[in-house]
């Protein structure tokens, strides 16, 4: 199996599929692409990625991009560890869960770049914009962890690290987070495969 993810590794799309190859204790190859130089667009990568952005995978003669698509095939392809709850209603709660994330709070998206996790933070302060989506997700989260719990279901899933990630991207640049979420976010960022994929060795920054 191939991974393909950023040079930079500061996809969260590719941090998915990563943790969930790893929670699923597949074997893969990793290769990187230069997003800033446009690798993702031309040649086998493009051929091979019908979005032509990362992460994309490929498992023998069938690659598939988006990661939500890549962790649900993972999980129903394979055995091993479950990626997501078998439950029905809990199952759909987590793939909203990861299609909200992906589609939706822009300006935390923006303001809060995965660079402030991997490499350092802002002092920017967050514009209104970002305080308001910073507010919907601080009340989604709560409502989705109100049971107390250290996951948002019984176990943990693949959903616990793209909303650990989302929250991360505010606790990690020192923005005021509720403390019940940061110690959630807190915890999601121990797990072993989480810790995989931040020990990877990232290159510098060029220089703005």
């Known amino acids: ?22 929670e699923k204790s597949l074997a893969f190859e990793m290769r990187t692409l230069d997003l800033a130089a446009g690798e993702n667009r031309g040649g ?8 032509q952005r990362v992460p994309t995978l490929v498992d023998g003669d ?12 993972l999980d129903e392809a394979y055995p091993g560890a479950a990626l997501y709850p078998t439950a029905p209603r809990q199952r759909a ?3 909203q869960v990861q299609a909200w994330l992906r589609s939706d709070l822009m300006a935390i998206r923006q303001e809060r770049s995965t660079e402030v996790m991997f490499y350092r ?38 959903a616990d690290v793209d909303l650990a990630l989302m929250l991360n991207r505010l606790v990690l640049n020192g923005d005021a987070v509720p403390a019940a979420l940061a110690r959630y976010a807190a915890h999601q960022w121990t797990r072993p495969s989480v810790q995989r994929w931040l020990a990877l060795s990232r290159p510098p920054l060029e220089q703005t």
Request: avoid cysteine; charged fraction near 15%.
């Open 93 to 95: 709660r987590a793939r």
């Open 121 to 158: 933070p802002t002092p920017a302060p967050l514009s209104a914009a970002a305080t308001a989506a910073a507010e919907k997700l601080f009340a989604a989260a709560e409502v989705l962890l109100a049971h107390g719990g250290e996951n948002l279901f019984d176990a943990w899933s693949i």
């Open 62 to 73: 069938f690659s598939l991009s988006e990661s939500s698509a890549i962790t649900e095939y």
């Open 44 to 51: 086998d990568y493009a051929r091979r990625s019908l979005s």
């Open 1 to 22: 199996m191939l991974l393909y993810v950023d040079t930079q590794f500061a996809s969260p799309y590719a941090m998915s599929a990563f943790v969930a190859l790893h």
